[in-house]
C-alpha cells in the first residue's frame, strides 16, 4: 500500500486531488515502519548483525527518506528530494522475508554468482567486437558516431532486437547485424539454465533433509519438527 500511495503520488493530477491525503498516508506508514524497525532492533539477538544485514538496511531505508526530506526543504533542493520520494519504493522489498521461495532465489543467484560473471564477460567483450566493427563499418555517418555509442548498440541488439534509433545502412553492417542477433538468441538461454539448475539443487538440498520416518514423506521447512502429514516427530536434518 504504500509503494502503491509513492506511485500514485507522482502522477500530476493525482498529486494535484489527492496529495494532502497521500502525504498523510506517507507519514503513517513511516511511522509504522519506524515501530517496527526499532522493534527488529530491541528484539534481535544480535543486533549490529540485524542493523547491517541486508534486512536491516532495507527496513532502514524504507523510512529514511521520508525524515531526510524534512531537513531539506526549499526549491534548491528539489533533485534530492525527488530521489528521496523515489528511494521509498524500495520498501517493496520489505516484501522478500515473508516469501520463502525468495530466499532460494536468493541463494541460487548467489550460487550462481560465478558463472554469471563469466557469462556477462563473454557478452561484454563479444559486445565490444561487434561495436568495433560495426564503428569501422558504418561510421559518424550512420550513427555510429563513437565505439561507446557502437558498444551501446550492440548490447541493445544482443538482448532485443534494437530500438531503431540506430541502424546500419551498408550491406557488410547489416551482415554484422545479422550476426549480432543471431548470438543473442543463441546465449539468451544460457543465464536461464544457470540459474533453474541452481534453483533445483537449493529445492533438493531443502526438501531432502527431512523424511518422515514413518510415512516417507519430503519436503518439510528446515525448521519443522513434525510431519505435515501424520504428526509424527521428524528425525534431526542429516549435516
Known sequence: MSVL????????????????????????FT???????????????????????????????????????????????????????????????KLVRYLSEANILLRSMYAARRKILVFFTAVFILSVLFGS???????????????????????????????GDITPQTGLGQVIATMAMLTGYSIIAIPTGIFTAEIAREINAESSHKRCNVCERTGHHPDAEYCYHCGVLLPEADV
Open 5 to 28: 500511495a509513492i506511485v500514485f503520488d507522482s502522477i500530476e493530477s493525482v498529486h494535484n486531488q489527492f496529495g494532502h491525503w497521500l502525504f498523510r498516508l506517507e507519514w503513517i
Open 31 to 93: 511511522l509504522m515502519f519506524t515501530v517496527e524497525y526499532f522493534l527488529r532492533i530491541y528484539s534481535s539477538p544480535k543486533r549490529l548483525s540485524y542493523i547491517f544485514s541486508f534486512y536491516g538496511l532495507v527496513d532502514l531505508l524504507a523510512i529514511l527518506p521520508t525524515y531526510l526530506a524534512i531537513f531539506l526543504p526549499g526549491a534548491s533542493y528539489w533533485l534530492v528530494l525527488r530521489l528521496l520520494r523515489v528511494l521509498r519504493v524500495f520498501r517493496v522489498l
Open 133 to 163: 566493427l560495426m564503428f569501422f563499418v558504418e561510421g559518424p555517418d550512420n550513427g555510429f558516431t563513437s565505439i561507446p555509442r557502437s558498444i551501446y548498440w550492440t548490447i541493445v541488439t544482443i538482448t532485443t532486437v534494437g530500438y
